[in-house]
């Protein structure tokens, strides 16, 4: 790739891309590990407070390998996009330090506390160390989601000689955008974790090893995993997809694959969009469904991809089959939970060994919904890195040419490759050595 912004896009779309596997898990998982550390303290039941100390592990490593693959992204806004960290920094610089110092440390220092503490700490101190871990990692999450929030809908600033310049904090950690894209990011990580927990719990059940614990982790898994799937879609997603259509149509229109504007716009179930043509081919869809759900109104009219200058449009293909993949996936999910909580409940769900087959395999899954989902929420907004404000050709850095990020992301690519059979082989070694012997009946 010799073109500094095809190169630059593509090293910062595989860094985070790997980057974000491990804060998906660490964001869901450090909530379910408070939640096993509150029914302990509740029930007084020993095996929820072993059952959070091998999640803390899986946790610890997770932590460990989402900081050191998300350091060099720091440094990209440096060394491929001067020109934008120059524009923007006097906002977005806010909430990144904001998120350095009121997430990132109390995260990493109450896990400290938590996996070292528990015969130093009293029980309720233990559990309030596993609150604060939690507790920082949705912070991180929302000081992440809210500075890309500016770069999708800028609030509380101004122009001043040519760069953006913060005018009011409030605005900017209370950009609407951002509070309605939160929670659909934090549903996406709970979901992730629930599956996670519940998929090796089945695991443990299928090898006949550590049952007990694996029965613990697939109740408490698949209750979660019900809960939060469904909330992924409603209230959450239905308020994101708003959100998008009112202030980035032209992105909504690049979602549904709606080339012409029209009044009773459909939804597509299914259909390729052809922009050489400017249609959806072998479409089916739901009439009139796309402008009940944005309007309220079966027969208003939404903006398609027509109402729009060509070059205005995002790269249509990938964001439609991205935004379709998410779909299609979060609705197996949802089908996916509610039968495990229909077999829980009649007490079948450990001994139905097909269905602990389905919820281990499942657990790849919500990792992909995850990437698609941010895969429509960054490229849709192409070609602007921040919305109306800059076009993301005009945000490389003047000085390092496309041949040189080309060289630096086959040495990410290496770099990484390591990293992540690294941390797959401490998750396989804390994963055969199960959780402490755990006893069937509760101990207090």
Not at 328 to 337: K, Q
Not at 397 to 421: D, K, Q, R, W
Request: with cysteine.
């Amino acid at each position: 790739m010799t073109d500094a912004v095809t190169a630059g896009r593509a090293q910062f779309a595989f860094t985070i891309m790997f980057h974000y596997l491990f804060p998906i898990l660490t964001m869901g998982l450090g909530t379910l590990i408070a939640i096993l550390k509150t029914i302990q303290l509740v029930k007084k039941d020993d095996r929820y407070g072993i059952a959070a100390q091998f999640w803390a592990r899986v946790f610890a490593i997770n932590f460990a390998m989402g900081v050191v693959t998300g350091i060099p992204m720091e440094f990209q806004f440096g060394t491929n996009w001067a020109t934008f960290s120059h524009y923007s920094g006097g906002v977005i610089g806010q909430t990144l330090f904001m998120e350095g110092v009121f997430a990132f440390f109390a995260e990493s220092s109450f896990l400290g506390m938590f996996l070292f503490g528990e015969k130093r700490l009293s029980p309720r101190m233990h559990w309030f160390s596993s609150v604060m871990v939690a507790g920082g990692a949705l912070v991180s999450g929302y000081f992440i989601t809210i500075t890309n929030a500016w770069m999708q809908h800028p609030v509380g600033y101004e122009i001043v000689n040519g760069n953006a310049q913060l005018t009011s904090l409030r605005a900017l950690l209370t950009n609407e955008y951002g509070l309605r894209q939160y929670p659909h990011v934090i549903m996406g990580s709970l979901t992730t974790g629930a599956m996670f927990m519940a998929g090796f719990g089945a695991y443990y059940l299928l090898a006949r090893k550590h049952e007990e614990f694996g029965r613990l982790s697939v109740k408490v898994g698949v209750i979660c995993g019900a809960i939060f799937s469904v909330m992924q879609l409603f209230p959450t997603g239905n308020q994101n997809a708003l959100n998008v259509a009112h202030n980035q149509p032209v992105k909504t229109a690049a979602m549904e694959g709606l080339f012409k504007t029209e009044k009773g716009a459909p939804i597509a179930i299914i259909g390729m969009p052809d922009t050489t043509k400017q249609e959806l081919l072998d479409p089916i869809y739901v009439p009139g469904a796309l402008s009940f759900l944005i309007y309220g109104n079966a027969n208003a009219e939404v903006k398609g991809l027509n109402a729009s200058p060509k070059e205005d449009h995002p790269p249509v293909e990938l964001v439609y089959y991205a935004y379709h993949i998410m779909i299609g996936l979060g609705t197996i999910f949802i089908a996916v939970m509610l039968f495990a909580i229909l077999l829980l409940v009649t007490n079948r769900i450990y001994k139905t060994r097909w269905f602990l087959w389905i919820l281990m395999l499942a657990m790849p899954f919500p990792y992909i919904a995850n990437e698609a989902g941010w895969t429509v929420a960054e490229v849709g907004r192409q070609p602007w890195i921040v919305y109306g404000l800059q076009r993301t050709a005009a945000a490389v850095s003047p000085n390092v040419s496309g041949g040189e990020t080309t060289f630096t992301l086959l040495g990410f690519m290496g770099l990484y490759a390591l990293i992540g059979l690294l941390s797959l082989f401490l998750f396989m070694r804390v994963i055969a050595s199960g959780p402490a012997d755990m006893p069937a009946e509760v101990t207090r």
